[in-house]
């Protein structure tokens, strides 16, 4: 399966700055999300990167706050922009592979994201 | 709405014990169910999906699931578990493209 090299793996920042998250894949992938596990929580999908367009948010996450780019099939950033504490979360990027029967997904090591 | 539901926040088992972490899903369609496993400061790790064919489904480090369509449920089980089994495991479904997560359940094995 594909690997997936996410950087930083953690950053404190300061409020009100920017951070902006990468995702490099080492094959083509059609499907790649960003995720959010704030502390002591569940992974909770923030978008699909869709290559060549913009990204497609979920309810309650906004493209001026969490823009996200794709350029091509094996990389996209996040950025998670205007930080307040709140933001301090691991960021996770996933992709998909579709098999031949059936599929599946492999995540990045995370980023750790701490905002002060 | 596809959901998955983990009923309990934790588990604690004894080493050398069997054990069972608890999922149920909603899914309109056929279901793809998936277990992941996350260790402290690490990353998310498979342990098993089920995608079609047998309900019993055998996966990484000793792990098996059972799928239960009568039931909705598809548990994680091990026969005999280990202190190094200890970690966040949660539970997803497969909804359309992304991964839908339940909300985890922390394992405990004491030695």
């Known amino acids: 399966s594909a690997v997936i090299s996410q950087k930083p793996s953690r950053d404190i920042c300061q409020r009100g700055t920017s951070l902006t998250i990468q995702c490099q894949v080492d094959?083509?992938?059609?499907?790649m999300f960003w995720y959010r596990q704030q502390p002591g929580q569940s992974l909770t999908l923030i978008a699909t990167a869709n290559q060549g367009s913009e990204a497609t948010y979920e309810s309650g996450f906004v493209i001026d706050k969490f823009p996200i780019s794709r350029p091509n099939l094996t990389f996209s950033t996040l950025t998670v922009s205007n930080m307040s504490p709140e933001d301090s979360s691991i960021y996770l990027c996933?992709?998909?592979?579709?098999?031949?029967?059936?599929?599946?997904?492999?995540f990045g090591s995370g980023t750790r994201l701490t905002v002060v | 709405a596809q959901s998955v539901a983990q009923p309990e926040d934790q588990v604690n088992v004894a080493e050398g014990n069997p054990l069972t972490v608890k999922c149920t899903y909603s899914v309109s369609g056929n279901p793809y169910l998936f277990w992941y496993v996350q260790y402290p400061n690490r990353g998310l790790q498979f342990l098993l999906k089920?995608?079609?064919?047998?309900?019993l489904v055998k996966g990484s480090y000793g792990f098996e699931a059972e799928f239960n369509k009568s039931q909705t449920s598809f548990h994680l089980k091990k026969p005999s578990a280990l202190v190094s089994d200890s970690a966040l495991y949660f539970c997803a479904v497969g909804a359309g493209t992304a991964l839908i997560f339940g909300k985890g359940t922390t394992l405990s094995v004491s030695s």
């Open positions: 996933s992709i998909r592979q579709d098999g031949e029967l059936s599929y599946g997904y492999t």
């Open positions: 089920y995608i079609t064919g047998d309900n």
């Open positions: 094959s083509q992938v059609t499907m």
